[in-house]
C-alpha cells in the first residue's frame, strides 16, 4: 500500500477526513480516523510527519467498517458532544457511496456478518444499509435518501447503551427495560437535539420508526397515514437486521424466513407496498445467503435475481463434499442449479472470505 506525507494543506479545520491518517508508513493503526474532525491544537502532529493512503481507494467491505467503527465513537459519546450533525451527515454520506460501488457486497456484509464491532452500532449500521437499497429502488431523491440514513444510523441512539446488555439476555426483560426500550425513540431525539441536530424531517424519522400501522406501535401510538412511508421504511428495515442477526436465545433467522416474518409472519401489521419492495430488492435469497443447490452443491449467492428472475450462485463444495478452490459461478436458470433451501454457517460447512467471491471491492 502506498503512502504520501501530508501537508498543512491537506487538512482543513472543522472538516472530515478523507482518510485514516497514520503516524509513519508503517504504522498499522490510524492517529487520526477517517470522518474526524481536525483541531487546531493537533497541528503539532504535523512536525512529526502524518500520512494518508496515496490515492488508493477502501473496498466497501473496509469502508463499511470504518464508517461503523466511527459512527460508535460518536454515538457513545453523543452526550458530550455540542454539534454532531456535520459528522453525522458525513458518515451517512460515506454509507450511501459505499453501498452504491457495490451493492452486492453491501447486502452480503449484513448475512456474512463482516461489519465488526458491539451490536448495538452494527445494527443501525445494516439497517442503514437496508434503508439505502430499498429508499434507492423507490427512486428518493438524494437529499431524502441522506436524512434516510442518518436517521437509520442514530435512530437507537437513547438505548445504544443498554442494547448490549439486552443483546446478552436469554430471558424476558424487565418491566423497566420494557420502558427503555419503549420510550428509545423519544430518548434518541432528545440526545440528537442535544448534540445540534435541528433538522425535523430526521428527528422525526427517528421519533416514528417504531410507529405501526394500527397504533399498536410506540411512542406515539400513531395510526397509518399519520406516520411517513420513510419512517415506516426505517422501522422495516430495523425489523428486518434484527431478523437476520443472531441472539442469545435463538439462532437468526435465514433469509427466506425473514422476508416470511416481515411479510405477514409477524404478529405487526406492515404496509404491504413497502413489503413489496423488499421483497422485490433484497429478495428471498439476497447475497451473502449460504444455500443447497437441487444438485446437492453448496455455495453462497453472489449477486440479486437479473431481469429473468435467476440468481448467481458460487459454488464451494461439490454434491461428493469436495471443496473446491476457486469459485464456481452457477446461474438458478438451470433447473439443476435451482435453490433446495438456504443454510446456517455451522450447516453449510464452507470456508472463505468475502474477497475470495467478490474480488478486491470486498478485501479487509
Same mark, same amino acid.
Given at each position: 500500500?502506498?503512502?504520501?506525507?501530508?501537508?498543512?494543506?491537506?487538512?482543513?479545520?472543522?472538516?472530515?477526513?478523507?482518510w485514516?491518517?497514520?503516524?509513519?508508513?508503517?504504522?498499522?493503526?490510524?492517529?487520526?480516523?477517517?470522518?474526524?474532525?481536525?483541531?487546531?491544537?493537533?497541528?503539532s502532529?504535523?512536525?512529526?510527519?502524518?500520512?494518508?493512503?496515496?490515492?488508493?481507494?477502501?473496498?466497501?467491505?473496509?469502508?463499511?467498517?470504518?464508517?461503523?467503527?466511527?459512527?460508535?465513537?460518536?454515538?457513545?459519546?453523543?452526550?458530550?458532544?455540542?454539534?454532531?450533525?456535520? =459528522?453525522? +451527515? !458525513? &458518515?451517512? %454520506?460515506?454509507?450511501?457511496?459505499?453501498?452504491?460501488?457495490?451493492?452486492?457486497? $453491501?447486502?452480503? *456484509?449484513?448475512?456474512?456478518?463482516?461489519?465488526?464491532?458491539?451490536?448495538?452500532?452494527?445494527?443501525?449500521?445494516?439497517?442503514?444499509?437496508?434503508?439505502?437499497?430499498?429508499?434507492?429502488?423507490?427512486?428518493?431523491d438524494?437529499?431524502?435518501?441522506?436524512?434516510?440514513a442518518?436517521?437509520?444510523?442514530?435512530?437507537?441512539?437513547?438505548?445504544?447503551?443498554?442494547?448490549?446488555?439486552?443483546?446478552?439476555?436469554?430471558?424476558?426483560?424487565?418491566? =423497566?427495560? +420494557? !420502558? &427503555?426500550? %419503549?420510550?428509545?425513540?423519544?430518548d434518541?431525539?432528545?440526545?440528537?437535539?442535544? $448534540?445540534?441536530? *435541528?433538522?425535523?424531517a430526521?428527528?422525526?424519522?427517528?421519533?416514528?420508526?417504531?410507529?405501526?400501522?394500527?397504533?399498536?406501535?410506540?411512542?406515539?401510538?400513531?395510526?397509518?397515514?399519520?406516520?411517513?412511508?420513510?419512517?415506516?421504511?426505517?422501522?422495516?428495515?430495523?425489523?428486518?437486521?434484527?431478523?437476520?442477526?443472531?441472539?442469545?436465545?435463538?439462532?437468526?433467522?435465514?433469509?427466506?424466513?425473514?422476508?416470511?416474518?416481515?411479510a405477514?409472519?409477524?404478529?405487526?401489521?406492515?404496509?404491504?407496498?413497502?413489503?413489496?419492495?423488499?421483497?422485490a430488492?433484497?429478495? $428471498?435469497?439476497?447475497?451473502?445467503?449460504?444455500?443447497?443447490?437441487?444438485?446437492?452443491?453448496?455455495?453462497?449467492?453472489?449477486?440479486?435475481?437479473?431481469?429473468?428472475?435467476?440468481?448467481?450462485?458460487?459454488?464451494?463444495?461439490?454434491?461428493?463434499?469436495?471443496?473446491?478452490?476457486?469459485?464456481?459461478?452457477?446461474?438458478?436458470?438451470?433447473?439443476?442449479?435451482?435453490?433446495?433451501?438456504?443454510?446456517?454457517?455451522?450447516?453449510?460447512?464452507?470456508?472463505?472470505?468475502?474477497?475470495?467471491?467478490?474480488?478486491?471491492?470486498?478485501?479487509?
Amino acid at each position: 500500500m502506498a503512502f504520501r506525507r501530508l501537508k498543512l494543506s491537506d487538512l482543513t479545520f472543522g472538516k472530515p477526513l478523507a482518510w485514516d491518517v497514520f503516524s509513519a508508513p508503517s504504522a498499522k493503526r490510524p492517529v487520526l480516523e477517517k470522518g474526524a474532525l481536525v483541531a487546531p491544537d493537533q497541528l503539532s502532529l504535523l512536525e512529526t510527519g502524518l500520512y494518508a493512503e496515496a490515492g488508493v481507494p477502501a473496498s466497501v467491505l473496509q469502508s463499511l467498517n470504518q464508517i461503523n467503527r466511527r459512527l460508535e465513537r460518536i454515538l457513545m459519546d453523543l452526550r458530550d458532544v455540542a454539534s454532531a450533525d456535520t =459528522e453525522l +451527515r !458525513a &458518515i451517512a %454520506r460515506e454509507l450511501i457511496d459505499a453501498v452504491a460501488r457495490d451493492e452486492n457486497i $453491501a447486502l452480503a *456484509a449484513i448475512f456474512l456478518n463482516q461489519i465488526a464491532g458491539a451490536y448495538a452500532i452494527r445494527h443501525c449500521t445494516e439497517a442503514a444499509i437496508v434503508v439505502c437499497l430499498i429508499a434507492r429502488a423507490m427512486h428518493k431523491d438524494p437529499a431524502e435518501l441522506l436524512i434516510m440514513a442518518a436517521a437509520a444510523l442514530t435512530m437507537n441512539v437513547g438505548m445504544v447503551r443498554q442494547t448490549e446488555i439486552f443483546q446478552g439476555r436469554d430471558g424476558a426483560l424487565s418491566n =423497566e427495560e +420494557r !420502558a &427503555i426500550v %419503549r420510550r428509545h425513540p423519544t430518548d434518541s431525539v432528545d440526545m440528537l437535539r442535544w $448534540a445540534g441536530i *435541528a433538522d425535523e424531517a430526521w428527528l422525526d424519522l427517528v421519533l416514528l420508526h417504531h410507529e405501526n400501522e394500527d397504533g399498536s406501535g410506540y411512542p406515539q401510538g400513531r395510526l397509518g397515514e399519520e406516520i411517513s412511508q420513510n419512517a415506516k421504511l426505517i422501522g422495516l428495515a430495523d425489523r428486518y437486521c434484527a431478523f437476520v442477526s443472531a441472539r442469545n436465545y435463538r439462532r437468526s433467522l435465514l433469509p427466506p424466513m425473514a422476508l416470511a416474518c416481515l411479510a405477514g409472519g409477524s404478529d405487526m401489521p406492515v404496509d404491504p407496498d413497502l413489503v413489496a419492495h423488499f421483497s422485490a430488492r433484497i429478495g $428471498a435469497y439476497p447475497p451473502g445467503t449460504l444455500v443447497r443447490l437441487a444438485n446437492g452443491e453448496t455455495g453462497v449467492v453472489f449477486s440479486g435475481a437479473d431481469q429473468a428472475g435467476a440468481l448467481r450462485v458460487h459454488v464451494l463444495r461439490l454434491s461428493d463434499g469436495t471443496p473446491l478452490a476457486l469459485p464456481e459461478p452457477r446461474s438458478t436458470a438451470d433447473v439443476n442449479c435451482s435453490i433446495a433451501e438456504a443454510l446456517h454457517e455451522d450447516t453449510a460447512r464452507l470456508r472463505f472470505t468475502m474477497q475470495h467471491i467478490w474480488g478486491e471491492l470486498a478485501a479487509l
